[in-house]
C-alpha cells in the first residue's frame, strides 16, 4: 500500500502567536511525502527528510504513527519527504510536512480524506514533537486549503476564507541572520496585532500583512527597513512572515525586478506565487 500528497509552503498575513487569532496564505511551495505501509502487525516506522539528510525525521514519523494509532493499525512503515520550503524559516514547513505526510497516509490506507481530521491529526504530530506554540492553525488551514484563511487558533476555527489573486508574485526573502523566537516579548503587542487582524476580517490583507510585519519584526530585533525597502522598489506589500527570519513581498510583474534586486542584497530571494488550490494527492 503506497500513498503519495503534498502540501504547501504559507506566508503570514498575521501572527498568531500574541493573540490567539491569525492568518495565513497558500505559497506555490510544496512538499511532497510518500508513505509505504506493510500489514505486518509490527508497527516499525522508517522515515527519511531526502533533501535534508541531516534532518531527523521524527515529525514524518510522528504523522505516520499518529495516523495509524487513530485508525487503530498496527502497520509498519516507510515515508519519505522532499521539499521546496526552507526549513525553519516562518514559511510553515512544519505544517506543510504534517498535512502532506498525514495526506499520503490516507492515501496509502485508502481511507476517504477527511479535511479536518488531516489538519487536526498534523497539529498534533506537532504538539507531540514541540514544533509549535499555538497550533499554528492558520498555517496549516493555509497550507492544506490554499488560498486565504483567517483562524482562531486557540479554537481551532476558521473564522474567514478568501482568494489571492493568482497573478501577483510573492518574493520570499531568507535573510542572512538568525531566526529569534521570544514569546513574552511578543506577547506585549498583542492590542496593536488586533487593529492588523481587524484589517484582516475587513479584508485589507495588504494593510494587515504589512502593520502584523512591522509589530512583530519590532518585537523580535528584525530589521523593519526591509519591509519599507520592499515598498519603495514597488511592492504592494511586505512583512515578516511568521516569527521570521524571511520576509515576504507581494508584487505585480512589472515591479518584480526591482524588488527581486533590492531584497537580494539581503539573503536569498526565492520566487513563487499564491496558491489556492491546496494539497493534493498525486
Do not use: H, Q, W
Amino acid at each position: 500500500m503506497e500513498g503519495n500528497a503534498y502540501a504547501l509552503a504559507s506566508g503570514t498575513i498575521i501572527n498568531a502567536i500574541a493573540t490567539g487569532k491569525g492568518s495565513a496564505f497558500g505559497l506555490n511551495l510544496k512538499v511532497y511525502a510518500r508513505v509505504k505501509l506493510i500489514d505486518d502487525g509490527k508497527n516499525k516506522i522508517e522515515g527519511k527528510v531526502l533533501d535534508n539528510p541531516n534532518i531527523k525525521p521524527n515529525l514524518i514519523i510522528r504523522c505516520v504513527k499518529n495516523t495509524l494509532d487513530y485508525f487503530g493499525l498496527n502497520y509498519s512503515a516507510y515515508v519519505e519527504t522532499k521539499t521546496e520550503i526552507p526549513i525553519k524559516s516562518g514559511l510553515s514547513s512544519s505544517s506543510a510536512t504534517s498535512n502532506a505526510v498525514v495526506l499520503a497516509t490516507f492515501d496509502a490506507l485508502g481511507e476517504k480524506i477527511d479535511d479536518e481530521l488531516i489538519i487536526n491529526l498534523g497539529i498534533k504530530s506537532s504538539f507531540d514533537e514541540k514544533l509549535t506554540v499555538t497550533g499554528a492553525y492558520d498555517d496549516a488551514t493555509a497550507s492544506y486549503y490554499g488560498g486565504i484563511t483567517i483562524t482562531d487558533n486557540l479554537k481551532r476555527e476558521i473564522l474567514k476564507r478568501d482568494k489571492m489573486p493568482e497573478d501577483l508574485n510573492v518574493v520570499v526573502l531568507i535573510p542572512n541572520f538568525e531566526k529569534n523566537v521570544n514569546v513574552n516579548r511578543m506577547k506585549l503587542i498583542k492590542d496593536y496585532v488586533e487593529i492588523a487582524f481587524k484589517e484582516a476580517m475587513n479584508g485589507n490583507y495588504f494593510n494587515a500583512l504589512f502593520l502584523n510585519g512591522i509589530l512583530y519584526a519590532s518585537a523580535l530585533n528584525f530589521p523593519t527597513k526591509i519591509a519599507i525597502d520592499a515598498l519603495e522598489a514597488g511592492a504592494l506589500t511586505s512583512g515578516l512572515s511568521g516569527t521570521g527570519p524571511s520576509y515576504i513581498a507581494i508584487v505585480e510583474d512589472e515591479n518584480l525586478n526591482r524588488v527581486k534586486e533590492t531584497l537580494n542584497k539581503y539573503g536569498k530571494v526565492i520566487l513563487t506565487k499564491p496558491n489556492n488550490d491546496g494539497a493534493s494527492v498525486f
